[in-house]
């Protein structure tokens, strides 16, 4: 199945909680900007890490935000980047 390209980002109170997710989204993306990943996962990848960000997650004091944007070759190509600090290029970002 084609892999697809996900922007994770959280804002997380706990810094013990903030570390654990951090860790879960460097195994599996690329880290782009502060609390921010792209993620080049198969549908099958993507289950498991929501799943795995969810057990993390305090949905009372934390927040998540997870947007598909779309086949990973096509968002790849969509994707414009400004500023002073380069992200990590996403040919890098693993494939799940």
């Given at each position: 199945m084609?892999?697809?390209?996900?922007?994770?980002?959280?804002?997380?109170?706990?810094?013990?909680?903030w570390?654990?997710?951090?860790?879960?989204?460097?195994?599996?993306g690329?880290?782009?900007?502060?609390?921010?990943f792209?993620c080049?996962?198969?549908?099958?990848?993507f289950?498991?890490?929501?799943?795995?960000?969810?057990e993390?997650?305090?949905?009372?004091?934390?927040?998540?935000?997870?947007?598909?944007?779309?086949?990973?070759a096509?968002?790849?190509?969509?994707?414009?980047?400004?500023?002073?600090r380069?992200?990590?290029p996403?040919?890098?970002?693993?494939i799940?």
């Amino acid at each position: 199945m084609e892999p697809r390209l996900y922007l994770v980002s959280y804002d997380v109170s706990c810094p013990k909680r903030w570390r654990r997710i951090y860790k879960t989204l460097k195994r599996r993306g690329a880290w782009q900007q502060l609390s921010a990943f792209a993620c080049r996962l198969t549908p099958r990848a993507f289950a498991g890490l929501e799943r795995d960000l969810l057990e993390l997650v305090d949905a009372k004091g934390d927040r998540l935000m997870i947007a598909d944007l779309g086949p990973a070759a096509e968002a790849e190509a969509r994707l414009r980047r400004y500023g002073e600090r380069e992200p990590l290029p996403m040919a890098k970002v693993r494939i799940f």
